[in-house]
């Protein structure tokens, strides 16, 4: 059985305008078809590769996530500094540490978490104190006894 449509339609590959004899027709012909075939293939693949990509960037950090103690690698890591800015928080006091041998020294997660906590509270206090009205040296009564015991 052989339809007697005619459609006007625009290939989907290449955009020239061809006569398409079925509804579903979307390409001029069967090179344009196995392009376009191709093409969806294709960036099928790419999707798949950039998810496995960003799932294996995540990975460490949903890791680091779990875990309670952290070593200093661990710390470096979630806080995307160097292990030498690391070492410089733990040494000022800003950041609390155990070394249990000589080679390993553990964090805990709460005092990283209370790092931030803190640094926090100290930005709203600087914040409070630019904003804050200043204060007048001396009263009116206080003035008025000065200005008269100097006379």
Known sequence: MSSNIRLQRICQNCGKEFTARTTVTKCCSDDC???LYKKRKRSINIEKSDNETISFKIKPI???KAKEFLTVRDVATL???SLRTTYRLINLGSLKATNLFERKTLIKRADI???FERETQVMRSNTEILFEQ???M???H???QL???TD
Request: charged share 35%.
């Open 113 to 115: 978490e209370f790092l």
């Open 142 to 144: 206080e003035s008025s």
């Open 62 to 64: 949903e890791e680091l």
């Open 79 to 81: 806080l995307n500094c």
């Open 134 to 136: 200043p204060k007048p």
């Open 33 to 35: 078809a196995k392009r």
């Open 147 to 149: 200005s008269m015991e």
């Open 138 to 140: 001396y009263l009116h």
